[in-house]
C-alpha cells in the first residue's frame, strides 16, 4: 500500500512537472532578462559612483576625501538596509539559500531594490566588497516577487528563486555555465528536470543580455595583454602547491570573516554606524596605499597583467585580506566573490613569480588566473563553479587543467581545515541552522507517533450533553474528539456517532462515547500507528502517556510527513505549524540596554498596558517591541495569506506615539501566525527579548489548561523575564495608588521587587504594602523576608513611597489575601513565583489563580528569566 502511495504521488507530481514546463520556461526567459538589467545597471551605477569618488581625490586630499566619502556613504547604506530591507544586509547568498531551504526569510521585489540601490551606494563609498553576490540576490528577489504576484505551487516559486539567483551571476561574471552549476552545487543541489530547465534558460537569457549590454568589458580583455597559455606537466606540483596555499589561506579567511562579524556583534552598534564605521577604516586603508589601489573594479585585471612584481602582489595580498574582513564584518551589502578573486590573483602572481626564478616554464598570469579559481573554490566551496567562471571569463582551454588542479586541492584542504560551507557558518551566526532531511525509506521506522502527533488538541468533557457536542462539531473542522475526565482520555466521540444520537440531545456524552478507545504510545513507530489504523478502520488515533492524553494522530497527519520528505520541504518532522510571516515593521535606533515585548491585541486594554510597560522600559532603559499577532487558518500559509493591516497599524502607531511622548526608542511589527503562542516565542528568540508584558483574562474556559493555551505555553517556554497582567474592573492607571506584594521568600520575589519602582509612577501618591501570610499557629512569625525585601525596596534611588511591611494570620495564603484585598482596597496585587511553582499552584487551586480569579482588581503575575 505504502509503495503504491509512493507511486501515484511521484506520478501526479510527474503530470504536474510536464503541464507546468512551458509556463515555467516562459518565466525563466523573463527573469533572465531582469536579472540581467539589474546586473548591468548595478555594475554601471557602482562604477560611475567609484570613478566620482576616485577623481575627487583630485581636488581635495585622498587623507580626506576617501574617509568622509567612505563614512558618509556607507552610514547611508546601512540606513537604507535597516530602515526598508534588513534582509538586504551582507552578501545576500546566504538569505537565498535560507529562502530555498523554506526558512523564513524574506525575498520581494522591494528586498531586491533596496539591494540594488544599497549596493550601488556601499561599493560606491569604496569599501573592498563585490557586486556579483548582491546580483544574486537582486536576480532571486525579483524572481520571488514575480512568483508572488503569478503564485503557482511552492515547488515551482523556489524553482524561479533559484533560477533568479543563477541568472543574476550569470550575467555579472557573463558566465552561463557557472550560474547553472551555482544552482546545483551550492543552492539547491538538485539536479531535476525542471531545475535544469529552468536555471539553464534564464542563465543563458542573464548571459546573453549581459554581453549585448556590457559588451566586452563584461570579461578579462586577455587579447590586449597579449596572453597566452603555458603549461607544462613539470609545473604540476607547483600547481598542487598554489593549490595547498590557496586552500589553507582561504580558510583563515573564512575564520577572519567569522571573528569579524563577531567584533562588530560585540560593539552593539546600528546597522549604519557599522557600515560607516567599515567605510571609515577602509578610506584611512586605502588614502595610504597607491592610487590603483583606489580602483577596486580594475584592480584584478592589474594584477593578472602586470609584470611580475612580488613586493606588489604581496602589498595588494594583504591589504585586500584585511580590507575585505573590515567590510564585510561590518555587514555592509556586498559580496565575497571578487575580492577572493583578486586575492587569488595576488596569490597565483606570488607564486608565479618563484616559479619563475627557480624553472623558469611558466607565466605568472596563468598562476594568477589559476590561483584566482583556487582561492574563490576555498572560500566558497564551489570548485565546480570555480573552475567554469574563470575558464569563460578567459575562454581558453589550456587554462583549464591547471585551474582544475588548483581548484580541486585548495577545495580538499579547505574543507579539512573549515569544514562546512561559508554560507551555513553565516547563517548560523544568526540562529539559522538548515538541517539535513532523513531518508525516505526509512521514514516509517525512523519518525515516532510524537514526532508527526498534533500536540494541540480539542477535547470534550465527558459530563457534556449531546446538544453541547453537536455545537462543538458545527464550530469545528474536526470529524472526531477524544473525550476526557480529570484530564485522562475515557473515550471518543465522531461525526459518524451522532447520525442516531439526536433524540437524547440531553443525555450525557459519557454515555453515548466509544469507550476505550485504540490507543498509541508517544514511542510507536509510524508503521506501526499505520498498521493499527488500517486495522480498525479509523482515521485518528489519540496518543496517551499512561491515560494522559498528550496529542492525537491522523492519516493526513502521516501523509504530510511522507510528502515533505519527498519534497525535501522540511528539516523537521512532523506536522508543525509554519512559522510566523512580517507583513509589517518599524525600527528604531538599537540605542537600550535591553529589550521588552509588549503584545497587543484588545483596543480597549492596550493602552493601559502600554503604559505599564513603558513605565518599566524607562526605568531600565530598554526598547520597546509592540508585537500584535493576525491568526489565519492552518489550511493557508501565513506568508501567502493575504491580511488587512490597517486597525493594527492604527494600534501600534498610538504605541509609537506614547513611546515618543516619554522618549523611548520602539520597534513595532505584525505577524501572521497559525499559533499566537508559536509566534510569541518566535519573535523573542529573533529579537532577543529581554522582558515580555502581556494581558492575561485571568481564568480559561480550555480544559486541562491553566491560565490559557497561550499563556501555558509562554510561561513553560519563553527564557526571558515574564510579566502578566490581569486588568481589574478599575483599569485606570491614575488610580493604581495602593499595591500589595505578598512575599514568600521564592525565587522570583527580587524580580516583582525590582519592577515596583517603575510601576508605582503610574499612580498618584503610591502606598506598598509588602506582606506575608502566617498560620494563626504560628506565635513568632519570621519576619527576615519582609524585612530583607523592604530594604531591597528602599534602596531604588527613585522610588518615592510610602513602603509598609505587615504580616497577615490566615489558615489559607489565597483566603487572607483575597480578604485583605476586599477589607483595605487595594489597587494592585503583585505576585512572584517560579515557573514550576507558579503552574504546580494554579493545578491546585493555590495561589495565583486563585487570588486573580477571587479579586476584581488588576493582578501582575511575575516569572524569572529560565536561562541559568
Request: net charge positive; with cysteine.
Amino acid at each position: 500500500m505504502l509503495t503504491q502511495r509512493f507511486r501515484n504521488l511521484w506520478q501526479h507530481r510527474r503530470s504536474l512537472t510536464i503541464s507546468s514546463m512551458g509556463y515555467a520556461n516562459a518565466e525563466a526567459c523573463i527573469i533572465g532578462l531582469v536579472a540581467a538589467l539589474s546586473a548591468v545597471l548595478l555594475k554601471q551605477g557602482s562604477g560611475w559612483l567609484g570613478t566620482w569618488r576616485v577623481h575627487s581625490t583630485q581636488f581635495l586630499p585622498a587623507w580626506l576625501t576617501l574617509p568622509l566619502i567612505g563614512m558618509s556613504f556607507g552610514f547611508l547604506a546601512g540606513w537604507l538596509v535597516q530602515r526598508l530591507a534588513p534582509e538586504a544586509a551582507g552578501s545576500g547568498i546566504p538569505q537565498v539559500k535560507a529562502s530555498l531551504a523554506n526558512i523564513p526569510i524574506k525575498l520581494s521585489w522591494r528586498v531586491a531594490g533596496i539591494k540594488f540601490l544599497s549596493t550601488i551606494i556601499s561599493l560606491g563609498s569604496g569599501i573592498t566588497l563585490g557586486r556579483q553576490g548582491p546580483t544574486v540576490q537582486v536576480g532571486a528577489g525579483l524572481a520571488a516577487g514575480m512568483s508572488r504576484t503569478f503564485p503557482t505551487s511552492p515547488d515551482h516559486r523556489r524553482q524561479m528563486i533559484a533560477a533568479g539567483a543563477g541568472a543574476g551571476l550569470s550575467a555579472a561574471f557573463n558566465a552561463p555555465i557557472a550560474g547553472v552549476l551555482f544552482i546545483i552545487e551550492e543552492l539547491l543541489q538538485d539536479v531535476s528536470g525542471l531545475t535544469l530547465g529552468t536555471a539553464i534558460i534564464a542563465c543563458f537569457i542573464g548571459g546573453v543580455i549581459s554581453r549585448l549590454l556590457g559588451g566586452g568589458s563584461l570579461q578579462l580583455n586577455l587579447e590586449l595583454m597579449h596572453y597566452s597559455s603555458k603549461f607544462s606537466l613539470l609545473e604540476i606540483p607547483i600547481f598542487l602547491l598554489l593549490g595547498v596555499l590557496a586552500g589553507l589561506l582561504g580558510a583563515l579567511f573564512n575564520r577572519g570573516l567569522i571573528f569579524s562579524i563577531k567584533t562588530y556583534n560585540r560593539l552593539h552598534i546600528s546597522l549604519p554606524l557599522r557600515v560607516a564605521l567599515a567605510g571609515l577604516m577602509s578610506g584611512l586603508i586605502v588614502s595610504l596605499l597607491p592610487e590603483y589601489y583606489r580602483d577596486n573594479a580594475g584592480l584584478r585585471e592589474y594584477m593578472i597583467a602586470t609584470q611580475p612584481n612580488l613586493l606588489l602582489a604581496a602589498i595588494t595580498f594583504i591589504s585586500q585580506f584585511i580590507l575585505t574582513l573590515i567590510a564585510f564584518g561590518s555587514g555592509a551589502p556586498g559580496g565575497l566573490f571578487a575580492p577572493s578573486l583578486i586575492l587569488g590573483s595576488c596569490l597565483g602572481h606570488i607564486v608565479g613569480v618563484f616559479e619563475s626564478q627557480l624553472l623558469g616554464l611558466g607565466s605568472s598570469t596563468t598562476y594568477a588566473l589559476a590561483g584566482m579559481g583556487g582561492f574563490f573554490s576555498a572560500v566558497s566551496k564551489v570548485p565546480m563553479t570555480a573552475i567554469v567562471i574563470v575558464f569563460e571569463m578567459t575562454t581558453d582551454f589550456n587554462l583549464v587543467l591547471p585551474l582544475m588542479i588548483v581548484s580541486v586541492t585548495s577545495y580538499l584542504v579547505a574543507d579539512q581545515v573549515v569544514p562546512g560551507s561559508l554560507y551555513d557558518k553565516l547563517l548560523q551566526l544568526n540562529g539559522i541552522k538548515i538541517q539535513k532531511d532523513a531518508p525516505i525509506e526509512g521514514i516509517l521506522t525512523q519518525l515516532t507517533a510524537q514526532d508527526v502527533m498534533q500536540q494541540r488538541v480539542e477535547t470534550l468533557d465527558a459530563e457534556i450533553c449531546i446538544d453541547e457536542v453537536m455545537q462543538a462539531f458545527s464550530r469545528s473542522h474536526h470529524r472526531g474528539f477524544p473525550v476526557v475526565e480529570n484530564n485522562k482520555l475515557v473515550g471518543i466521540i465522531t461525526q459518524s456517532d451522532l447520525q442516531n444520537l439526536y433524540p437524547f440531545k440531553h443525555t450525557p456524552l459519557r454515555e453515548m462515547m466509544t469507550p476505550k478507545p485504540v490507543t498509541v504510545t508517544p514511542k510507536q513507530t509510524l508503521s506501526n500507528v499505520l498498521y493499527l489504523l488500517d486495522r480498525y478502520q479509523i482515521s485518528r488515533l489519540p496518543v496517551v502517556d499512561g491515560q494522559r492524553l498528550i496529542g492525537i494522530i491522523t492519516r493526513a497527519d502521516i501523509i504530510r510527513a511522507e510528502v515533505d520528505h519527498i519534497n525535501c520541504e522540511t528539516g523537521v518532522s512532523g506536522p508543525q505549524p509554519e512559522p510566523s510571516y512580517v507583513v509589517y515593521q518599524t525600527r528604531s535606533p538599537s540605542v537600550g540596554r535591553g529589550r521588552l515585548l509588549v503584545t497587543v491585541a484588545n483596543p480597549d486594554t492596550a493602552e493601559t498596558l502600554l503604559k505599564m510597560a513603558a513605565t518599566i522600559a524607562r526605568d531600565r532603559h530598554y526598547e520597546l517591541e509592540c508585537l500584535q499577532i493576525i491568526l489565519v487558518s492552518r489550511h493557508s500559509s501565513p506568508s501567502a495569506t493575504r491580511v488587512r493591516t490597517a486597525k493594527s497599524r492604527r494600534l501600534l502607531k498610538h504605541a509609537e506615539n506614547l513611546a515618543k511622548k516619554w522618549d523611548i526608542p520602539i520597534h513595532t511589527q505584525i505577524r501572521v501566525a497559525h499559533d499566537v503562542a508559536q509566534a510569541v516565542l518566535e519573535t523573542i528568540k529573533e529579537r532577543h527579548i529581554d522582558l515580555i508584558f502581556m494581558g492575561w483574562k485571568g481564568n480559561t474556559s480550555t480544559p486541562g489548561r491553566i491560565f490559557g493555551t497561550v499563556v501555558d505555553t509562554i510561561i513553560r517556554q519563553a527564557a526571558c523575564d515574564v510579566v502578566l497582567v490581569k486588568l481589574g474592573n478599575l483599569a485606570d492607571v491614575n488610580h493604581f495608588n495602593r499595591w500589595l506584594v505578598p512575599m514568600a521568600g521564592g525565587p522570583n520575589a527580587p524580580i516583582a521587587i525590582k519592577l515596583l519602582p517603575a510601576l508605582v509612577t503610574l499612580g498618584n501618591n503610591p502606598e506598598i504594602r509588602l506582606t506575608q501570610v502566617f498560620k494563626p499557629s504560628e506565635l513568632k512569625p519570621d519576619m527576615r523576608v519582609l524585612e530583607e525585601s523592604t530594604r531591597q525596596l528602599m534602596r531604588h534611588r527613585n522610588l518615592h513611597s510610602t513602603v509598609v511591611a505587615a504580616p497577615i494570620q490566615a489558615d489559607s495564603v489565597a483566603e487572607g489575601l483575597i480578604n485583605l484585598v476586599k477589607t483595605e482596597g487595594y489597587d494592585v496585587v503583585v505576585l512572584g513565583a517560579s515557573r514550576e511553582g507558579l503552574l504546580q499552584q494554579a493545578i491546585q487551586g493555590n495561589i495565583p489563580e486563585t487570588i486573580a480569579s477571587g479579586v476584581d482588581i488588576t493582578v501582575v503575575l511575575v516569572r524569572g528569566s529560565l536561562n541559568p
